[in-house]
């Protein structure tokens, strides 16, 4: 497939692949021989693979780096069940179209790092390495995120309130309403200089799809709970957070680290949720060198 003339990875450009009945967009870059790097990206109902490609594509030198759209997502088609299972299998059938036989590399972030537990849990054979970005083992977090907001929403994010955040966490009216909160909320997710021009773009452009946000936080989903399952994991596994970072906290990866046998623990200081942006080089050099020292 060539990449349009604004396409930001002319040499990865956004392909698409039929899994599971569904339409995923993607982008691959690295030598085919090279170990399989799935990234997983945050953000129910509103995430994509671009932040996620952006931070790690650099890493194609060590890995077939693919960054791909959950269903209902991005890019990606709406296709039904949006669910945790559902998206674990496509993950699943990812694998096994880019890699065959062998072994990914498992890179989720927030959402995506619930994703990448589940994954872990219920394909363990699937996974040589479990990378894990400022995310949590169960829906208890979002008790402790509520409580960061009351601490920083008033200088922070002066727009929010305690109920946009309850709408995170539950049911969202539709993508208009959607769009309107995260903008709101957004400065919470930065440690630096809020830059309100960049962050009105972000906005404008993001796809928010609040039937995909709905079915991932009802009643069926959203008490997810991988505490007792993350003890039988015997997979190298990396867990990195900002000290900052408000929605997952670092008393969460703390709390996976806790449970999974020889794990390692990263706390970045001065970080916030997107710790992958806020320190990139950092956390590329932490990456290659934990798989590097912890392959067989």
């Not at 990234?39 to 890995?63: I, N, Q, V």
């Not at 960054?67 to 699943?92: L, N, W």
């Not at 880019?98 to 363990?124: H, N, R, W």
């Amino acid at each position: 497939m060539t990449a349009p003339a604004s396409d930001p990875y002319p040499d990865a450009p956004l392909s698409f692949i039929g899994i599971n009945g569904a339409r995923l967009a993607y982008r691959l870059k690295g030598e085919p021989e090279l170990p399989l790097l799935i990234t997983l990206h945050g953000g129910r109902g509103f995430g994509s693979h671009d932040g996620d490609f952006a931070a790690f594509h650099p890493l194609s030198d060590t890995f077939r780096v693919l960054s791909f759209d959950f269903r209902g997502h991005g890019q990606s088609s709406p296709t039904s069940p949006c669910t945790f299972k559902q998206i674990v299998d496509d993950i699943e059938g990812l694998r096994k179209h880019f890699a065959g036989d062998e072994k990914a590399v498992i890179l989720g972030g927030s959402f995506g790092g619930f994703i990448a537990q589940q994954y872990a849990i219920t394909y363990p054979d699937s996974v040589s390495h479990l990378l894990l970005r400022g995310t949590a083992p169960s829906h208890h977090h979002e008790k402790e995120a509520l409580e960061n907001i009351r601490k920083r929403a008033a200088t922070k994010a002066p727009m929010a309130s305690e109920n946009y955040l309850k709408k995170i966490f539950g049911t969202i009216t539709d993508d208009n309403e959607f769009r309107i909160i995260m903008f709101a909320i957004g400065p919470l997710y930065l440690d630096g200089a809020y830059d309100a021009d960049k962050a009105l773009e972000s906005a404008r452009k993001t796809i928010y799809n609040a039937e995909s946000h709905n079915s991932l936080y009802s009643e069926k989903e959203k008490y997810f709970d991988y505490r007792e399952g993350l003890k039988t994991l015997a997979i190298p596994t990396l867990i990195f957070v900002g000290e900052h970072d408000w929605i997952t906290p670092p008393s969460q990866s703390k709390l996976i680290h806790e449970r999974v046998p020889n794990s390692k623990l990263v706390i970045f200081p001065n970080a916030n949720h997107s710790v992958h942006h806020d320190k990139n080089a950092e956390v590329l050099k932490l990456i290659r060198d934990f798989v590097s020292s912890s392959t067989a």
